[in-house]
């Protein structure tokens, strides 16, 4: 059972940073891969808020985000000089970046050791200790993170998304100043992707950089490219198998070791298998 | 009077000047036929009219009044331009309605996040769709259209331009909006430009069939290698020696 729950915490997080990125990349065509860099932030905001100053959790989460976004902002508007591959290339080097912060700011992070001993969320003398009780938790705010998805991308600005993606030059002749659409996009996803930073630093109670390389982002990317491109459903769904399918390598026999391992190879697998066979993955409706 | 005008504007692309010094004008609420051979620069001329380059030189002027250096792709719709481009650029992944809605909606960030389309912007959506004829495939993505619905589509979203909720769009680009077209969807496309005409809307005309210039325009510019060739009524202008010559010479 407390294994079941493990599981439901990891795909709630994964979810979250899963709608979160295809905000960028499925709705808007913005093919970022630097989402774990934000994820990074969140979690670090939390572990050193909580550790060091004693924050509450959900303040310590709107800190976050706070930060993500002015972070993201500054990047977002570096990388809207650049466009398709050159975007990639670019968000790429800003996930290495921002890794490297992690890992050599040590005053602040702790380097490679990390920093240790966070707290579960606390709120009106509620705690959520409990793993089930967090699992709710991440729950609804995944709930949430989807809902808020589906508003934005079913609104007249998320149309308008779409057609950056589709051919921004021709959505700028009828009037839209695309930098404001993808700038703002880039922003929200980068606020998202903190919260699960946030979540996942309170549940594991223990943050590194090696969680938020650049190997992460791509993990990201390939839930949603599994899930399906541009749809919130299909993100969710993406998170659900990537996050099970190790598990059940373990339980087809492989040893711990080797279901690791063997974890990259099939990700990789299933990567290009997609792009063969089904290039919208499971429920996408959008084609890279 | 022109309602535009251009000023000595000259694009070159590594060696080849695509418009060199051209000064033209367009009259309003005329339908002007824009002609010439085949990389004469018409495209060009659209294209620099609308943002989608820069010019190296030169200048525009709206109205014999505002005149600028420089024009910003998303800034042309304010000076109620809008265009369709020569090879039809669609959202292909976007259901042919949404093509429409895209253009209806607000224009500001914010309150384009809380606007969620209403029944008059459908209302809109469906008196466009039902003049190209495309109401019935309105929820087909765009990428499955035949090529002639590309391009009536192409026509429908800017007339869905000037629809009065904020982008009254008033000088309409076509480049060559026939080309490829079965003459059922000839009669339509007819229809619009000749529509746009009686509500005094300016219109710009790129097209190489000749007996449908004849036959729609009240003005004809020529250009030849990005340089005015001649210009007057269609049968002044297709009755000139240097005409004659620029398309036999092809
Ligand atoms: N993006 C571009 N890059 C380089 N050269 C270009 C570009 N666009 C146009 N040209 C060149 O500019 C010249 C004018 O081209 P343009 O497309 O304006 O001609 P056109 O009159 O529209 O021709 P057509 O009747 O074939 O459509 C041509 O020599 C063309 O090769
Ligand atoms: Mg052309």
Redesign the pocket.
């Known amino acids: 059972m407390e294994y079941l729950i493990h599981i439901g915490i990891l795909i709630g997080i994964y979810s979250i940073l899963a709608l979160s990125l295809n905000l960028t990349v499925g709705f808007t065509g913005l093919l970022s891969i630097t989402q774990a860099a934000f994820y990074g932030i969140g979690a670090y905001v939390t572990a050193i808020l909580l550790t060091s100053y004693g924050m509450n959790f959900f303040l310590s989460i709107l800190v976050g985000m706070f930060i993500s976004g002015v972070i993201s902002f500054i990047i977002g508007f570096v990388l809207s000089r650049f466009d398709g591959d050159y975007f990639a290339l670019g968000s790429f080097g800003f996930n290495i970046i921002v890794y490297s912060i992690f890992l050599n700011w040590q005053s602040l992070t702790r380097g490679p050791l990390g920093i240790p001993g966070i707290s579960k969320p606390e709120l009106f003398g509620l705690d959520f200790n409990e793993n089930i009780v967090f699992l709710g938790l991440v729950t609804i705010f995944a709930l949430l993170a989807y809902l808020l998805s589906e508003f934005i991308v079913n609104s007249s600005f998320g149309r308008v998304l779409k057609a950056i993606r589709e051919d921004e030059k021709v959505i700028q002749v009828y009037g839209y100043n695309t930098l404001f659409y993808k700038l703002t996009i880039f922003v929200i996803g980068a606020t998202f992707a903190s919260i699960a930073g946030a979540f996942f630093a309170s549940y594991i109670t223990y943050v590194d950089p090696s969680s938020f390389a650049l190997s992460e982002s791509i993990f990201i990317l390939a839930i949603i490219i599994l899930g399906g491109l541009a749809n919130n459903k299909g993100a969710v769904l993406g998170a659900f198998c990537l996050i099970i399918l190790p598990e059940l390598l373990r339980f087809v026999g492989f040893s711990s070791d080797i279901a690791a391992q063997m974890r990259q190879v099939t990700y990789g697998l299933i990567l290009v298998l997609l792009m063969l066979y089904r290039p919208q993955g499971l429920l996408g409706e959008y084609k890279l | 009077m022109p309602i535009l005008e251009t000023k000595k504007i000259t694009k070159h692309?590594?060696g080849?000047y695509?418009?060199d010094g051209l000064s033209v004008g367009f009259e309003e609420g005329k339908i002007t036929g824009l002609i010439?051979?085949?990389?004469?620069?018409?495209?060009?001329?659209i294209?620099l009219l609308t943002g989608t380059?820069p010019f190296d030189k030169g200048s525009v002027v709206f109205s014999s009044s505002e005149e600028v250096k420089e024009l910003l792709p998303y800034e042309v719709s304010d000076y109620g331009i809008t265009r369709t481009f020569?090879d039809v650029r669609l959202f292909e992944q976007m259901p042919v309605i949404d093509n429409i809605l895209v253009v209806l909606t607000k224009r500001n960030v914010v309150s384009s996040l809380f606007e969620k389309h209403k029944k008059f912007h459908l209302d809109k959506a469906e008196e466009v769709l039902k003049k190209v004829n495309l109401w019935e495939k309105r929820d087909e993505l765009a990428v499955n259209l035949s090529y002639g619905q590309r391009k009536l589509l192409e026509i429908g979203r800017i007339l869905a331009m000037s629809d009065g909720f904020g982008n009254n769009s008033n000088i309409f680009f076509f480049?060559?909006p026939f080309a490829g077209l079965f003459p059922e969807m000839r009669k339509i496309v007819i229809g619009v430009i000749e529509h746009l005409k009686q509500q005094g809307k300016t219109v710009v005309l790129?097209e190489?069939n000749i007996d449908i210039i004849r036959e729609l325009c009240d003005h004809v510019i020529v250009?030849d290698n990005?340089k005015l060739l001649a210009e007057g009524t269609p049968d002044e202008a297709l009755a000139k020696r240097e005409v004659m010559d620029a398309y036999l010479g092809e």
């Open positions: 692309f590594d080849v695509a418009i010439g051979p085949n990389g004469s620069g018409k495209s060009t001329l294209n380059f020569q480049d060559e790129v190489h250009l990005g």
